[in-house]
């Protein structure tokens, strides 16, 4: 193996083009693939920016001809040679125009075999690509997932910057969460017995800054949940955490809507309109059965309580009875794509939401099909398509139960349908700002009423008085943004008066010095001069994977965690040493 | 206290200046002064970009007269107002020319007395000042800071980004370090009897991203210790991280030396000239006992052991005799700033790094003055005086101990003279490459070498037969960046030859297997191609507190935790609950 020696790399194997032909260049990279060929090697070297051909001539040097005859896979070389227009261009990749014919080689370092292919069609389980992430991360897709998430930081730093913002750094190490989720704790040494905990956004201190006058405030910043994973979830995450003074909702709302359309426009050249369109929590509900909808497609939720609240159907009808709904959705034109076995399939997806079953109806050319058919009249029956628009060629799907389980089972149907449907493109972004977000919702397992978002998230003025009485109905000045049904973002206007808060801390059931003892310093904070002030944080590794058109966020993390919070190539979490868990003052307490 | 109700703010208090005049104005701010004159009511109203005059006139609308007469310190208030021309102009304030008339004002919060005044020369307590910090952060001096560190990240990301560096962030929850400081440990709850821990630096997983060919990499991140602290180290500390393939040395200094150029161009319109001057570690250490030393003044070390070693003054000839070195520094011309007692102190000085004395010769017009003046002999005392560069004016300071005492003792007491003498100049920036590091530093606990910068530092090409035999004077392929007296960065080339990783092993003493089981995922890593490459960190908190003219590192954090790791605002850590213990499988185990 050599070293570089003062040798100077002029060029990236990827960016050559047919102006570079005549030129000395010096290479680095990767061997992606070598072959003898007429009496020549040929191979395609590879960086970060792309492949390049580099061809080894016996006539030009006989000592770079014969190292070049022993490279193997992803060797390391360096090549300094001449830039040649290619006798047979390929089209297929952007250096195809040229070659370089080299007359010198430095084989800088050797391979064994890798374990995963490096190409990104290669069909390996995730499991071996996280053990193997440095050479997972040499795949061209994986790199410029990498790139574009470098490229948005930049831009949203730069937007962000350019509109007074200022990154200010927040502590990791600070003090375990009221009222949130699960914490991780970070025992001290020094202080015996306490822990710190990680934070699981900057929420306090945002705001804090706020009362010392930072006016704008942004991070890109990771954040920490000690939660159960999903598929979209990581136990840290990274928010763009944004807060603003002397603001109201419509401010942030302005320019974040701008933000997005920078982004889109500088990193996919796609020019999305503002203002997006803004709803309603309820209608949300209402429509789409879900807080986040994708209003890419329409199969929108449909009342049929009224009308089936006295049928002989006694699912519905007992249903309706016992202050529950039946809702349905209209899968318009593609009822003939929907077999009965398919259609058992659904009803087994929604029962992993709770529905007791689903009741469905085809239009076809010679009527109605359907099992429920028989327990309607055929003037109930039009009523029923009537009001769910439904004309030839439709499916019609129904559950019947509390409000909670039918919004939750259809609002996913409605995905699970188009999912399925492949009526989905990736490259259509549909953004909505959900809004009036309820303040409350009702905890059964503490048996009190909680913080839809945090206890410090303002009610909208004319509901202040319901905070007393009427908390179901109060809502809050909170906002989603939402991307073909992913939550990206959220956010709202924050209590900066105290009465307020102080009505607030009651309604949760606090006495003042429960509240005291949750958010002390913050509520001696807001007693010296707080400004009005709201914010927002977006969640950044769900946009770079909705941008990067991935389907995971692993994808879009350089080295994420499985689902069980360990990474298969450090061997993260690990045992730890016995003498310093003896210097923090802990000990394990497993389970038998 | 009242809402916005769509109020837009049109201006920034600071912005406004004489071409504003005649413009209709929205202000928000807090009111810093007010006073009543003449029938008018005059506040100050600051926002984060400075002060403006409000005036409120009876005659122009009573209604905001009034509420303004009610006014109080730090409430927090919009008004609306046309912009005049000042009567008696302001000279020391960027806004002094103009002031507002207000006719409309708006009290969106109150503020009791604050328990800190919101001035830069307020002579509080540091821990009153963390107890309120976002009190403190109201000050301008805090604000700059915070605006200063914002620019300057942003100016380091821009660079970087331009130089095909790539932002990719690492997992704060990793791995424990083998071979570093003490981690700060993180329970799993999922992977009972577990534990993550906070990164000391993303050191492994930066050379991965080498590996994995992402070319050039950067982060500005938290990094976590958990040492005894002092004046300049937090618990948690950011760097700008960065690592480069198929580089040397040379092409890493060069790149940093442009950036820090820009860095101080852009932030204090000051031109730094590069290349920076470069010492090896061993010259450092002989000329200023430190190889981190300032280099803005001189009163360098002199070794006098071949001129004392057979003198009658037993402490210098034994020293000599043992071993050991007599070095001293010349205070050249600053004698008669020294009285006796002032000698006294600093002998008391340098006995704190574990010197036995401070011999001292002052050069009068009479002659020399010296308690140790007897034990020599005229030739003698000349040889010393020539040596020392002696001139009438001048006082020497010298001690006799072993290198690694001398060297400390004397290293600190040149930075501590020049401190007392006030010679330091905080506007003057003097750069500095240590370069040519000892590779290994001998572990007296450990009884073994072991590496003085972590073990993938490469040794320098011809000291790499000196491995097996002749650790002692291995140097490294490290440098550090200093500045005046401060290390700001430092960083190596690495290893990426596996036979030299595996002579490195066996130096520090560790079976293959013993490698393996410390660093078994890298050394996997580096079986697959890896490319050479370096790269530096520079501790961005300290780099910023030199920018700022701070002393202290506390002064350009938001929210620093105190010498105890603690806050005194949120007063984190805390004691953890009981329930989220047992979750984590681990019990307390205080001592008595």
Redesign the interface.
Known sequence: ?E??N?L??THYCGDLRENNIGEEVVL???VQKKRNLGGLVFVDL???RGICQIVFDNDISEEAFEKAEKLGS???I?IKGKVFERQSKNPNIPTGDIEVFANEIKI?????T?PIYIKDDDEVSENLRLKY??????KPSM?KN??L??KV??IV??YL?ENNF???????????TPEGA?????????????????PQSPQ??KQ??M?????RYFQIV?C?R?EDLRADRQ??F?QIDCEM????MD?IIDIMEKMIQRIFKEVLNIDISVPFPRMPYKEAMERYGSDKPDIRFGFELKNISDIVKDCEFKVFSSTVENGGSVRGINVKGYADKFTRKNITSLEEYVKTYGAKGLAWIKVTNEGVTSPIAKFFSEEKMNQILDKMEAKEGDLLLFVADKDKVVFDSLGNLRNEVAKRLEILDKNEFKFLWVTEFPLFEYDEEENRYVAMHHPFTSPV?EDIEKLENDKENVRAKAYDIVLNGFEIGGGSIRI??E?VQKKMFKALGFSEEEAYDKFG?LLD?F??????HGGIAFGFDRLIMLLAGEDNIRQV???P?TQ????P?????????EK????????????E
């Open positions: 193996m070293n570089l003062g100077k790399r680095m990279g990767w590879r960086d970060i992803e060797y390391v360096a800088l370092n050797k391979s064994q890798p992430r440095y050479l997972d991360l040499r790199q990498l790139i998430r470098h930081a930049n730093r730069n910057s200022l990154e200010i750094e927040t502590p990791f190490l600070t003090k375990p699960r914490d991780y704790l970070v025992p001290s040494r020094v202080n015996e017995g306490k822990f710190y905990a990680l306090i201190f804090l800054l009362v010392s006058g930072m006016d990771k920490f000690d136990p840290e990274t003074s002397f603001v109201e401010d003025d900066h008066n009465e310093f904070a007693k010296y001069g707080t400004p009005p993390i350089a080295f965690k069980n919070a360990s990474c190539m450090t061997n993260a979490p690990a045992i730890a040493d310093q868990l003896e210097e923090l003052n802990i000990k394990l307490d497993l389970s």
